[in-house]
């Protein structure tokens, strides 16, 4: 089946550094890759929609600048974190599909970040 | 705007009982409707996709239902097993978009 695979799976940083997530798809085409944000006892909030060598496209309320999302190759979507603050501290989530999104979406495992 | 309701939010069941998650959608005007399953401080991994033109789909011990006219979904699991513990997370795409909009999950407990 499909893979998707988030680097690093947990990070701690010191607040005002920049923090970049990798999101990977391993033996499929993403041609779009989503980004969500997950806290606790809380549903999945879609921040943006990424579609490769295109700008990405947040979601109302999502800073663009704040959350930098990079997709440039079919494989590959980057989400930088840039001076990040205690409250951006959350689980973020990938997901990838050959199709648009409107099918099946391949889901990373997540990665845990804690801003000090 | 389109809004996913998960009931209940938690439940807790013995082994080998068969149980019925609820899915409820404000716009019935989707796409199609996934249930997913998430493990503790895990990614999502899909269980099933029904299309808004199916009535349900089948794998192996789960079943889900969908009536779209009337915005609701079940999940139904058979024969519960304690692996079955997890977050069980309902979402749609509606058909105008292309991301899925999620519930807040139900987190199932099943005792061995």
């Known amino acids: 089946g499909a893979v998707v695979s988030q680097h690093p799976s947990r990070v701690i940083c010191k607040s005002g550094t920049s923090v970049k997530i990798e999101c990977r798809s391993l033996d499929f085409q993403a041609t779009t890759m989503f980004w969500y944000r997950q806290f606790p006892k809380k549903s999945l909030m879609l921040m943006a929609t990424s579609n490769e060598g295109s700008k990405a496209t947040y979601e109302q309320g999502v800073e663009k600048d704040k959350f930098l999302i990079n997709h440039a190759s079919l494989t590959l979507s980057t989400l930088t974190v840039t001076s990040a603050h205690p409250e951006d501290s959350s689980f973020y989530i990938c997901?990838?599909?050959?199709?648009?999104?409107?099918?099946?979406?391949?889901f990373g495992p997540g990665t845990r970040l804690l801003v000090l | 705007k389109q809004e996913v309701t998960q009931i209940p939010a938690a439940l807790s069941v013995p082994e080998g009982e068969n149980l019925v998650l609820n899915c409820s959608f404000t716009d019935s005007a989707i796409y199609n409707l996934q249930w997913f399953r998430q493990d503790p401080g895990k990614g999502l991994t899909s269980l099933l996709l029904?299309?808004?033109?199916?009535r349900e789909q089948t794998s192996g011990r789960l079943n889900a239902s969908l009536d779209k006219s009337s915005g609701r979904s079940t999940l139904y699991i058979a024969a519960s097993q304690p692996g079955d513990s997890a977050t069980y997370l309902c979402a749609v795409v509606n058909q105008a978009g292309t991301a899925l909009i999620f519930g807040k999950g139900t987190t199932l407990s099943v005792s061995s």
């Open positions: 997901s990838a599909s050959s199709q648009g999104g409107r099918e099946t979406q391949y």
């Open positions: 029904i299309q808004s033109s199916q």
